[in-house]
């Protein structure tokens, strides 16, 4: 690859970030969920503290403003 470029976007994560916001918090929670089982059978975390996560995540999200970077690299073969 020549002439790359790389350009980094900070998307918001949460309802303070509109639509695109409500889209990633979304999809971060579908993951956090996804990987419950192994939260319990890997790393002995409890339903409880799992249970206990989610919401105070969500909290956090929405009181620091969480971003999260993406970058996109462009180049010419």
Do not use: N
């Amino acid at each position: 690859m020549r002439h790359c470029q790389t350009t980094p976007f900070d998307l918001p994560v949460g309802k303070w970030g509109g639509r695109l916001g409500l889209l990633l918090q979304r999809d971060f929670q579908a993951i956090y969920e996804s990987l419950r089982p192994r939260y319990q059978a890997q790393l002995g975390i409890s339903e409880a503290i799992i249970e206990e996560t989610l919401p105070s995540m969500l909290a956090e999200w929405e009181q620091m403003h969480t971003q999260f970077r993406f970058y996109v690299v462009t180049g010419q073969p």
